[in-house]
């Protein structure tokens, strides 16, 4: 896990408390977070093979699906293994190369998905909005470029952030309040100046967000007023049912992503054990809701998922 150059604290070990305050409960908390990472893997992997063996579904809107499925899984395993072993057995060391290895991977697949989900976005309306250049447009080919865009994109922003923390002298006190390595929990443990840290990790963050969610609400926006002018009722409803799913996935990722990074930088107020079990939820929640909600709201996938049932 020795991936980046560090300076002579890489032989120390961080020590992840995992929820602090509620440590006699982690065996009990350790099962509901336990169930949603199974449930999540198993949904998500069952869309990956339904989408993998099915010709027909060999389409834009399921290869984005797929993405999404893979960064699902992705985020949540990039933390779960280790916060499970702190529960279970009181595994709590990592390497600080460890660490900051998993803080490389974990942010830079949540930036990965939200341009999957920017990608979905761009997806609807040009399915809605100009469908006669739909086929020409968005192809197997062209999916796959934006993906590598995307990853690019995540890899070059999130890269900084273990590099500028790998200069950094860490305290004596190396015990972090959470189950794994999150930036600002990282950037904390520091006791030179972090003002650049927090700095880039507060502005990337929001700039990500902010750019993603500005093209997403563009994005509807020109759906929404593309449906109003429809006159067929059917069609009106048809429109509006292709975008729900992903409205709904929209909601449960950045609602929870927001939430806990708001507190977690303004955290006045908040019990710390409040903001580490949303945190986790953030990883959780949404890998396990995503299937589900494309399950439900797709027929022409939960028809196949079905068929192998």
Known sequence: ?????????????????????????HIWISIPFSMFYIIGLLGNFIVLFVVWKEQTLHKPMYLLLCMLALTDISMCT??????????????????????????FFLHTVSTMQSAVLVTMAFDRYVAICNPLRYATI??????????LVGLTRAVLIILPLPLLLSRQPFCANHIIPHTYCEHMAVVKMSCGDITINRTYGLVMAFVI????????????GLIIRAILRISCKKAH??????????????????????????THRFSQGFSPHVHIILANLYLLVPPMLNPIIYGVKTKELRDKVFKYA
Request: hydrophobic share 45%; proline share 5%.
């Open 1 to 25: 896990m020795e991936v980046f150059n560090l300076t002579p604290s890489d032989s120390s070990t961080f020590i992840l408390t995992g929820i602090p305050g509620l440590e006699p409960a």
């Open 237 to 262: 409803q048809k429109a509006l049912n292709t975008c729900t799913a992903h409205m709904c996935v929209m909601l449960t990722s950045y609602t929870p992503f927001l939430f806990s990074s708001l």
């Open 209 to 220: 967000i902010g750019l993603d969610l500005t093209l997403i609400a563009l994005s509807y």
């Open 78 to 103: 990039s933390v779960m293994p280790k916060a499970l072993c702190i529960f279970w057995f009181n595994l709590k060391g990592i390497t600080v190369g460890g660490c900051l290895t998993q803080m």
């Open 138 to 147: 968005f192809t197997s080919v062209e999916i796959a470029k934006l993906g």
